[in-house]
């Protein structure tokens, strides 16, 4: 406004009225107020500089089913639920507790990819995210005798970030390695409090990623195979529950005799089935392509070829996923 009335001055009164460097500094003064105050609007702000709720939560959500549908292979219940538990989150405004998802299965069959798309879809940074934390069990945890320490600094951890940015996603890899009680002294973050010393959790988003559990998962998904049923077919009731007692039994999971699973406070135990021949060529397919190579089916084949499966007799299932993929395709093009 100011510079519009400087403008138009010399309309209503003499020219010599005001100066031209007076003029050019009033002007550069109301450009400079007005794109302050631009920056200082919150959207613009977010545009340039990451913030905590950046995204909105329908756009989120939108984000998420497309990148599984379109990078995630032989997966239809993780796609099927981790969709649905995100988008149902992220959209209530009144949770009663932060969102707890664990994902099970054998290396390679995407929990590391997966908990990856989560956390694009909420920030634009990804993993690098400062609102993103990760916690790798062998390399945060490598001490027994340290339990108590770790679980200090684990709460301390937690507690600082969540106060700084309500929805902070919190990511636990190598859950079957993690010292058994460790992954308890989070439960009050997890369960159905308003507030703990004046911070609420109740918009924070634990992921969970274990290999404790798969050998279930596998059972289920062969006994569907030997009586002629496709993996498609599988549902989640088939699973979860066996899983669920199956890491909570198991002793050499993070999760062994859990106070989180047996106060219900896990919300969805996610199980990846084992990936076959089909899914391990899909995988090696968007891997050349993301290279910017064209598809020669003949590599693409023998690469598939080159992975191992089991059981032994039936060989239906790839042993790695597609973990070994990315390097076996440095072998063909260098």
């Known amino acids: ?53 950046q995204r909105h939560d329908q756009r989120a959500a939108a984000g998420l089913q497309e990148s599984l549908d379109r990078k995630l292979f032989g997966q239809h219940l993780v796609n099927k639920v981790v969709v649905k538990a995100v988008r149902g989150f992220l959209n209530n405004t009144r949770a009663k507790k932060p969102l707890a998802l664990s994902l099970h299965g054998w290396t390679g069959t995407g929990k590391n990819f997966v908990s990856k798309i989560v956390a694009e ?12 934390h990760q916690f790798v069990a062998t390399l945060h945890f490598p001490h027994a005798h340290s339990i108590n320490l770790y679980k200090d600094q684990l709460q301390s951890w937690i507690r600082g970030n969540v106060s700084n940015c309500p929805r902070s996603l919190f990511i636990f890899d190598e859950m ?46 062969l006994d569907f195979w030997r009586n002629g049923r496709t ?33 219900n406070l896990i919300d969805y135990f996610v199980p990846f089935l084992p990936l076959e021949y089909r899914h391990v060529k899909m995988c090696v397919r968007v891997e ?27 060989r239906i299932y790839s042993d790695k996923g597609c973990k070994t993929v990315d390097s076996k395709l440095d072998y063909y093009y260098d």
């Not at 879809?121 to 993103?132: A, E, F, R």
């Not at 390695?177 to 109740?202: N, Q, T």
Request: glycine fraction near 8%; aromatic fraction near 12%.
């Open 1 to 53: 406004r100011a510079a519009l009335g400087l403008a138009l001055l010399p309309l209503f009164g003499p020219a010599r009225a005001v100066e031209p460097i007076s003029l050019g500094l009033a002007i550069a003064g109301a450009a400079a107020s007005a794109l302050t105050g631009i920056i200082s609007y919150p959207r613009l702000y977010c545009y340039f500089r990451e913030c905590c709720l």
């Open 121 to 132: 879809s909420i920030y634009k940074g990804g993993l690098h995210s400062k609102y993103v």
């Open 176 to 221: 079957d390695k993690m010292h058994a009680g460790l992954i308890d002294s989070i439960k009050p973050f997890l369960d159905y409090y308003e507030l703990l010393d004046g911070v609420s959790y109740r918009q924070a988003i634990f992921i969970f990623l274990s290999n404790a559990g798969a050998e279930k998962i596998t059972e289920v998904a």
């Open 231 to 263: 993996r498609e077919e599988i549902q989640l009731t088939d699973i979860q529950n066996a899983l669920s007692v199956s890491v909570f039994n198991n002793r050499n999971s993070g999760f062994w005799h859990s106070t989180l699973i047996d106060r």
């Open 288 to 314: 050349i392509e993301s290279r910017g190579y064209a598809v020669d089916e003949d590599i693409l084949t023998r690469i598939a070829d080159e992975m191992t499966y089991f059981p032994k007799e039936e």
